[in-house]
């Protein structure tokens, strides 16, 4: 059974450029939820999607965007990137809830 | 809200001795899951252990175990015969039904010596 599937894993961009995140759950998970890693901040916690309706939202700006689609894959969406936008982003899957989530490996975004 | 706290920023142990990662957390909810995470150098997140609140009966998985004191909101992960492959960050972790987000501990960071 393939695990959760991130795309790209690395990935440079320059000050106010926007990218786009790629996340496939394991095959049956309906809940895919994202977190951005940094040295100073930790774990933090972006947002849940469940059968492509967002379900929580973490406090960041609404240049932080996601969706889901109907085979449960996600995308996340950064616009107007800033310097501090530099981080891993992990995503996880979960058939519901994150009473055991499986993370993919992250998409590691350098802006500069 | 939901806070996990991680006082050990780092930790050593000797090869095939054992080694306990310290975890608190705060919340007003009675039902809910913790979590023990290991993320090596490879980046990717791995569950080692998971509890469940309502159970009394501490969780192990082979060499890993943890001490859940619910009333003190303690929950601490022990490692034993501890191995090379066992180096990496352990992050805590809370999860509440409703919730949809894990809440992490800023982690500790674990070097085996040989």
């Known amino acids: 059974k393939a695990g959760v599937t991130q795309t790209p894993r690395y990935l440079i961009k320059t000050r106010g450029q926007q990218v786009t995140l790629s996340c496939s759950p394991i095959s049956g998970h309906r809940s895919v939820s994202w977190y951005q890693q940094t040295p100073g901040q930790g774990l933090q916690f972006l947002f849940e999607?469940?059968?492509?309706?967002?379900?929580n939202k973490g406090n960041f700006p609404g240049r932080f965007s996601g969706r889901q689609f109907s085979n449960s894959r996600s995308e996340m969406n950064v616009s107007t990137l800033e310097l501090g936008d530099s981080a891993l982003y992990l995503c996880?899957?979960?058939?519901?809830?994150?009473?055991?989530?499986?993370f993919g490996q992250g998409t590691r975004l350098t802006v500069v | 809200a939901q806070t996990v706290t991680q006082s050990q920023p780092e930790m050593s142990v000797q090869e095939a001795e054992t080694v306990t990662l310290s975890c608190t957390y705060d919340?007003?909810?009675?039902?809910?899951?913790l979590f023990w995470y290991k993320q090596p150098p490879s980046r990717q997140m791995i569950l080692v252990i998971r509890q469940e609140a309502y159970k009394q009966q501490n969780a192990t998985e082979n060499r890993f175990s943890v001490n859940f004191q619910k009333a003190a909101k303690s929950f601490s992960l022990k490692i034993s015969d501890s191995q090379l492959g066992d180096a990496a960050m352990y992050f805590c972790a809370y999860y509440q039904g409703g919730s949809e987000k894990l809440v992490f501990g800023k982690g500790t960071k674990l070097t085996v010596n040989p």
């Open positions: 999607y469940f059968s492509e309706t967002q379900r």
């Open positions: 996880a899957s979960s058939l519901r809830g994150h009473t055991e989530a499986f």
């Open positions: 919340t007003s909810e009675s039902d809910y899951y």
